[in-house]
C-alpha cells in the first residue's frame, strides 16, 4: 500500500473517531501524521474517494458534486469554538 493510501486510511479514522465521540483519539491520530503535506495528501485522497463513491451512486458528474458540496458548505455553521479536524 501506498503512502498517500496510509494516509488516507489514517485522515478515515480521524474522522469516524471524531464522530464517535473520540476526540482525543483523532487528536492522537491528526498528531501521528509525519508532516503538513502528508496530511494535506491523505485527506485529499480521502476526498477524491469519497466523492467517487458518491458520483457511482448517484450518477452526477463530479461537477455536479463539488457544486452541491460547495453550496452545502457555504450553509453549515459550526458551533462557536468548534474545529473540524
Same mark, same amino acid.
Given at each position: 500500500?501506498?503512502? @498517500?493510501?496510509?494516509? =488516507?486510511?489514517?485522515? =478515515?479514522?480521524?474522522?469516524? @473517531? ?5 476526540? @482525543? ?10 508532516? #503538513? ?12 474517494? =469519497?466523492?467517487?463513491? *458518491? ?10 458534486? *463539488?457544486? #452541491? ?6 450553509? *453549515? #455553521? ?5 474545529? =473540524? @479536524?
Amino acid at each position: 500500500m501506498t503512502d @498517500a493510501f496510509q494516509a =488516507a486510511q489514517r485522515a =478515515a479514522g480521524v474522522i469516524a @473517531a471524531k464522530h464517535r465521540g473520540d476526540f @482525543a483519539g483523532a487528536e492522537a491520530l491528526l498528531a501521528s501524521f509525519p508532516d #503538513e503535506a502528508g496530511k494535506t495528501r491523505g485527506f485529499c485522497l480521502l476526498a477524491e474517494l =469519497a466523492l467517487s463513491l *458518491v458520483r457511482t451512486h448517484t450518477g452526477q458528474s463530479m461537477d455536479e458534486l *463539488v457544486q #452541491e458540496l460547495t453550496l452545502l458548505m457555504e450553509s *453549515v #455553521e459550526l458551533p462557536p469554538g468548534a474545529e =473540524a @479536524a
